[in-house]
Structure formats: C-alpha cells, structure tokens
C-alpha cells in the first residue's frame, strides 16, 4: 500500500488560508478517488470533502463555499484549498481514497498520516 505524503497544515488566523497536499509516492497509474477527513480529540473523524475522475465534488456543509478539493493527476496529488478558516475548522486532516498501480489493476486505498491545522487568533 502507498503512504502519500501530507504536508501544508500550520497555524493561520482565522479568515486565513491553508493549501494542504497530499502525494502518493512511487510507481502508480492513476488516483480514482480522492477525499479530505478531518478529526479532533474525542471526536469521531468527519467527512470534509471528495471528488472522483469523474468530475464530481462532494464536501460537507460546514465547508461549502470555503474549501475546495482538487486532483493533480501529473503529480499524483490531492489538494484541499482552505478559505477563511474558522477556529472550529482547527483538527489533523487525512487525506484518504483509491489508487491504481498500473492499468487494469484492481484499486487500492491510500490514507495519509495527517496533517495539523490550528486556526486561532
């Protein structure tokens, strides 16, 4: 299985903006589906966003019209734009979906290993 790699997470006031990412490393085909969790202490992991090759998005209601999810498929590599961040939007982010290794293959999950994202001001 590929270990992507996270990276992008810090601390930003609120109002701010992140850009975080995730790269798969190594030899693969292609990346099926792609989506953000996010999750904080004693709390379950939430849902933030998702996209397929097919086009469609999918994000949560408490970041609709703040962040956006996207796919480099040169790079292999998933992003989340984050738009005037909140203090509630401060948790680890996973990046999470399937992969294929080379055509025809049957897909595989990937999950990232977190990155954190504080917002306070």
């Known amino acids: 299985q590929v270990q992507p790699v996270e990276s992008g997470g810090g601390l930003v006031q609120p109002g701010g903006s992140l850009r975080l990412s995730c790269a798969l490393s190594?030899?693969?085909?292609?990346?099926?589906?792609w989506a953000w969790y996010r999750q904080t202490p004693g709390t379950q992991r939430e849902f933030v966003a998702a996209?397929?090759?097919?086009?469609?998005?999918n994000y949560a209601d408490s970041v609709k019209g703040r962040f956006t999810i996207s796919r480099d498929v040169a790079a292999n590599t998933v992003h989340l734009q984050m738009n005037n961040l909140k203090p509630e939007d401060t948790a680890v982010y996973y990046c999470?979906?399937?992969?294929?290794?080379?055509?025809?293959?049957?897909?595989?999950?990937?999950w990232g290993q977190g990155t954190q994202v504080t917002v306070s001001g």
């Open positions: 996209g397929v090759s097919g086009g469609a998005t």
């Open positions: 999470t979906g399937t992969y294929r290794k080379q055509v025809g293959s049957r897909p595989a999950t990937f």
């Open positions: 190594g030899s693969i085909f292609s990346i099926n589906t």
